[in-house]
């Protein structure tokens, strides 16, 4: 595990930088993306990070990481819609976008076409923390291999649904790229911002992994990159600018 620590008014800037160099790569790159407060300022800046190194992703695919089940399809907190909106929409030409299929498959169906996608090798997968210690939305009591499938989706998820991302209604339940997935990922970054994430981020990489906190099991994967910014990163051990 590298643990990186930027300051807050560089951190989007950086990881946007590094992003760009995976999508613009020769051939293109298979690249799983959460959604959330955390990567949109990153997404914002991926075109102006792309057009700097003069690439393109157009030759990239882009996999939606999770997803509500029950939520309409213009819903404001779709995990496709704030994808599309930050991100795929702003690329051009853009890079292929792989949602997942809830509006048109029951949603373990659309959970099994999420995996079938995943299971053909990802490049890099980039996800969040929540609040929680949920990774994706493979939420506390989740196992290390724990597979893609429909989850229930805990009462603070939900809440922050409505009262952060503008659902218009509570969701209950999702669908969730796998933790085993997020492990057989080639490179896995998990990005992290703001002070209300510090305690979390502190018990996920210091104390013993625990489905308590499902995200610590990242820490099994052989090249995980935490890329965090100074307020995320104020109460760990260490916190020295870059870490291996
Ligand atoms: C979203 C996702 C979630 C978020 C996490 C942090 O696709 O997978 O696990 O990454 O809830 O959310 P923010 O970044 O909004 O604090």
């Known amino acids: 595990m590298r643990v990186e620590v930027h300051p807050a008014e560089h951190w989007a800037d950086v990881v946007a930088a590094?992003?760009?160099?995976?999508?613009?790569?020769?051939?293109?790159?298979?690249?799983?993306?959460?959604?959330g407060s955390t990567p949109a300022p990153v997404y914002r800046r991926v075109p102006a990070a792309l057009?700097?190194?003069?690439?393109?992703?157009?030759?990239?695919?882009v996999v939606l990481l999770d997803e509500y089940v029950g939520l309409p399809p213009d819903d404001p907190a779709r995990c496709d819609a704030q994808l599309r909106s930050q991100l795929i929409e702003r690329l051009h030409p853009p890079p292929a976008f792989v949602p997942i299929p809830v509006d048109d498959l029951p949603p373990a169906a659309a959970a099994a076409a999420l995996d079938r996608v995943a299971a053909a090798g990802l490049d890099l997968a980039i996800v969040g923390l929540g609040l929680n210690g949920h990774v994706g939305m493979n939420e506390p009591g989740s196992a290390p291999s724990a597979p893609t499938r429909v989850v229930e989706i805990a009462p603070i998820t939900s809440r922050v649904a409505v009262e952060r991302y503008g659902a218009t209604a509570a969701p209950t339940a999702g669908v969730t790229l796998g933790i085993d997935r997020l492990l057989g990922a080639a490179e896995l970054w998990l990005v992290?911002?703001?002070?209300?994430k510090a305690d979390m981020l502190r018990a996920v990489l210091e104390q013993p992994p625990d489905s308590a906190r499902?995200?610590?099991?990242l820490r099994r994967h052989p090249r995980l990159r935490v890329i965090a910014d100074e307020p995320a990163a104020r109460l760990l051990a260490d916190r020295s600018p870059t870490r291996a």
């Open 18 to 35: 590094e992003l760009a160099a995976t999508l613009g790569r020769p051939g293109g790159a298979r690249v799983c993306l959460a959604t």
């Open 51 to 61: 057009a700097a190194l003069g690439l393109d992703a157009g030759a990239s695919i």
């Open 192 to 196: 992290v911002s703001g002070a209300a």
């Open 214 to 217: 499902p995200a610590s099991f």
